[in-house]
């Protein structure tokens, strides 16, 4: 499985960004997904996570209410809606692959990675 991100960019603060992650494979049906971030001087952590048929997801607190995860398993992609940004949303965001049946917290649970997407919050 291959994935590459789009969408990130610069906005203000409360802005929105919708994050795309487009997989390549005919298997990715039975790939649970992730979304992960890293910003600067600190360590990878998860953000949120859809099941392969979509029926479950999870989200880190800090995000609960503001981003939606989906995806659509026609299309091959994953999707990341993120309202209401804040500054400390900045950070490099991945999209991860695991062949879990539900979303997973630890990121060695996920065998496939993306290359990343800037996502950068002004106040």
């Known amino acids: 499985v291959q994935l590459a991100e789009s969408g990130g960019g610069l906005v203000q603060a409360g802005d929105s960004l919708r994050l795309a992650c487009k997989a390549s494979g005919p298997l990715f049906r039975l790939y649970t997904m992730g979304w992960f971030r890293q910003a600067p001087a600190k360590e990878r952590e998860f953000v949120a996570g859809?099941?392969?048929?979509?029926?479950?997801?999870h989200y880190t607190d800090s995000v609960k209410g503001r981003f939606a995860i989906s995806r659509d398993n026609v299309e091959n992609t994953v999707s990341l809606q993120m309202n209401s940004l804040k500054p400390e949303d900045t950070a490099t965001y991945y999209c991860?692959?695991?062949?879990?049946?539900?979303?997973?917290?630890?990121?060695?649970?996920?065998?496939?990675w993306g290359q990343g997407t800037q996502v950068t919050v002004s106040s």
């Open positions: 859809i099941s392969y048929n979509g029926d479950t997801t």
């Open positions: 991860a692959a695991a062949l879990v049946a539900r979303p997973e917290t630890n990121e060695s649970e996920y065998e496939y």
